[in-house]
């Protein structure tokens, strides 16, 4: 290697830029000729006179350059820590500053290709550059050009991984870079800011949750499934590695249930394993606290919503925990402003219902409250949401708890989303437990105050009411079969036009006809 520096030194410091190109190209040649995997080679001297090259003034004498030394690291088996020691701080020059001091995107892009093969064949011996390395890559991953970006992304995750211990006190730097790039033009950038943010976050400071969680739920809502599905998958990672993510559950748990519903089937089918993984290693790490229900829970339940799976008692259990502190911003995103809110509010709702089953008794009235409005929708694909929701908790809520807070409700005033509600109840009660209860549910809908309403959505969703009870209980109607009359009648006496669009494509005359089989 001396021999080389001697053979290029004058060449390498010509003022001629041609000829200190052309003895780039050829030197790099050279050492691409040398066996450096044994380590014998004194490369410093010709390594450091190379290093100078970094500044030179031309941009293909820099580029060059670079290519040597990522050829150097990449070849020479020693671990030399004068290389880092060296190479460090003209690193620092050539990126970390608050200008961009080198002005070439190709070169930058390559020396954040060095910076990376720095971390990979380095990566035991940098923790005392690692305040260098976070300045760097704060600035880099704020660089203009998009595959910088991209790179120092890269870059980020990698030293994450690198130095989990050292890097926890200075990863908070990084973050508020890297969330720059959730909103940029190029999905690959977004998609690799996510990622990044997941390993940044993940073996850093879980303090950084916090301010990450809008950003990531803001990009639920993005068009292309790869960010979606980035977004998946670092969420379940987090919920299975995130050293205080006991912590974080309620924050993190709405946006792997609501990838349950992506429009992708193949998203939707990756986000139900990742669940299930994630409840699996809950169930484990709690597996003392829940012997007795895992004992216990031997057979499915007897009434549960038909094609449906139901999650494992990991993913339960971890939704019942938390749910009381997830009730509260989803009853406000159900009312948001933004249709696309309302919608992945929904989606989340039925989901919320299948994992925390009977659990949901305590925050029933506030929920019943926020779908009440909610089923009133413009966009019909939140109302069929709610009102699917509204049925699943009948499977898991008995209707008596049910109806204890539906119908005392309506005292004040009944409206199309009550009775939308009362509807999606009827229709998923169990039989059984449905008929205790069909005096108090028909003698309040008996009414004159109710039955008599003249809207033609009022009395197609009552008729809606009395053909769930129809349909569910059968025979067992006969007791109230006066008070069935009482409230299916007036649909048929207001006009043809209710009697044609009653709930189910049953009119209300068919509604009577039927009743009468059972009387």
């Keep these: 290697m001396t021999s080389l520096l001697d053979k290029y030194y004058?060449?390498?410091?010509?003022?001629?830029?041609?000829?200190?190109?052309?003895?780039?190209?050829?030197?790099?040649?050279?050492?691409?000729?040398?066996?450096?995997?044994?380590?014998?080679?004194?490369?410093?001297?010709?390594?450091?006179?190379?290093?100078?090259?970094?500044?030179?003034?031309?941009?293909?004498?820099?580029?060059?350059?670079?290519?040597?030394?990522?050829?150097?690291?990449?070849?020479?088996?020693?671990?030399?820590?004068?290389?880092?020691?060296?190479?460090?701080?003209?690193?620092?020059?050539?990126?970390?500053?608050?200008?961009?001091?080198?002005?070439?995107?190709?070169?930058?892009?390559?020396?954040?290709?060095?910076?990376?093969?720095?971390?990979?064949?380095?990566?035991?011996?940098?923790?005392?550059?690692?305040?260098?390395?976070?300045?760097?890559?704060?600035?880099?991953?704020?660089?203009?050009?998009?595959?910088?970006?991209?790179?120092?992304?890269?870059?980020?995750?990698?030293?994450?991984?690198?130095?989990?211990?050292?890097?926890?006190?200075?990863s908070e730097s990084l973050v508020k870079p890297i969330l720059q790039n959730f909103s940029h033009q190029h999905s690959r950038i977004r998609i690799t800011a996510i990622l990044s943010i997941g390993d940044v976050v993940c073996h850093g400071n879980n303090k950084s949750v916090d301010p990450v969680m809008g950003p990531l739920g803001e990009r639920m809502f993005d068009q292309v499934p790869g960010v979606r599905q980035a977004i998946m998958r670092v969420v379940a990672a987090w919920l299975t590695k995130l050293p205080d993510r006991y912590s974080y559950f309620h924050r993190l748990l709405p946006l792997i249930l609501t990838s349950l519903c992506d429009e992708m089937p193949d998203l939707a089918a990756e986000a139900w394993e990742l669940w299930q993984n994630i409840g699996e290693q809950y169930l484990l790490e709690n597996e003392k606290d829940l012997k007795d229900t895992m004992d216990f829970l031997t057979q499915p339940?007897?009434?549960?919503?038909?094609?449906?799976?139901?999650?494992?008692?990991?993913?339960?259990?971890?939704?019942?925990?938390?749910?009381?502190?997830?009730?509260?911003?989803?009853?406000?995103?159900?009312?948001?402003?933004?249709?696309?809110?309302?919608?992945?509010?929904?989606?989340?709702?039925?989901?919320?219902?299948?994992?925390?089953?009977?659990?949901?008794?305590?925050?029933?009235?506030?929920?019943?409250?926020?779908?009440?409005?909610?089923?009133?929708?413009?966009?019909?694909?939140?109302?069929?949401?709610?009102?699917?929701?509204?049925?699943?908790?009948?499977?898991?809520?008995?209707?008596?708890?049910?109806?204890?807070?539906?119908?005392?409700?309506?005292?004040?005033?009944?409206?199309?989303?009550?009775?939308?509600i009362l509807g999606g109840i009827l229709w998923g009660s169990e039989k059984s437990a449905l008929v205790e209860e069909l005096e108090g549910v028909t003698n309040f809908l008996q009414r004159h105050d109710v039955c008599w309403q003249q809207s033609e959505l009022f009395q197609r969703y009552l008729q809606n009411c009395m053909l769930a009870i129809l349909t569910v209980c059968e025979e067992s109607v006969q007791p109230v079969s006066q008070q069935f009359f009482n409230i299916t009648f007036p649909g048929a006496a207001l006009g043809d036009t209710v009697v044609r669009n009653t709930a189910e494509g049953e009119g209300t005359r068919g509604l009577l006809d039927s009743q009468q089989r059972y009387s």
């Design 10 to 170: 004058n060449t390498l410091q010509s003022d001629d830029k041609i000829q200190r190109r052309k003895a780039c190209e050829q030197l790099l040649k050279d050492i691409e000729n040398i066996d450096l995997s044994s380590g014998n080679c004194d490369v410093l001297p010709i390594f450091k006179q190379i290093l100078r090259l970094f500044m030179d003034r031309s941009e293909a004498c820099r580029e060059l350059a670079v290519g040597i030394v990522k050829h150097i690291i990449n070849h020479y088996s020693a671990i030399n820590e004068d290389i880092i020691s060296y190479l460090m701080p003209v690193l620092v020059q050539r990126l970390g500053g608050q200008e961009i001091v080198e002005q070439s995107e190709e070169v930058r892009l390559s020396l954040i290709s060095l910076l990376q093969l720095l971390v990979q064949k380095y990566s035991s011996k940098l923790a005392p550059h690692l305040n260098d390395l976070i300045n760097i890559l704060t600035m880099t991953i704020v660089d203009p050009y998009p595959k910088i970006k991209q790179e120092s992304c890269l870059c980020a995750s990698a030293l994450a991984k690198a130095l989990p211990q050292n890097f926890f006190m200075q």
């Design 301 to 420: 339940p007897r009434h549960y919503p038909p094609e449906v799976r139901r999650p494992n008692l990991g993913c339960r259990t971890l939704v019942q925990r938390n749910a009381g502190k997830i009730i509260p911003a989803l009853a406000n995103e159900l009312g948001d402003w933004q249709v696309d809110v309302r919608l992945k509010a929904s989606q989340l709702l039925c989901q919320l219902v299948l994992n925390a089953e009977t659990h949901l008794t305590h925050h029933l009235e506030k929920l019943l409250v926020a779908m009440y409005h909610a089923v009133q929708d413009d966009d019909a694909r939140v109302v069929e949401n709610v009102e699917k929701a509204a049925k699943y908790l009948a499977h898991f809520v008995p209707p008596n708890v049910t109806l204890s807070l539906v119908l005392p409700a309506m005292e004040d005033g009944v409206t199309h989303g009550h009775l939308k």
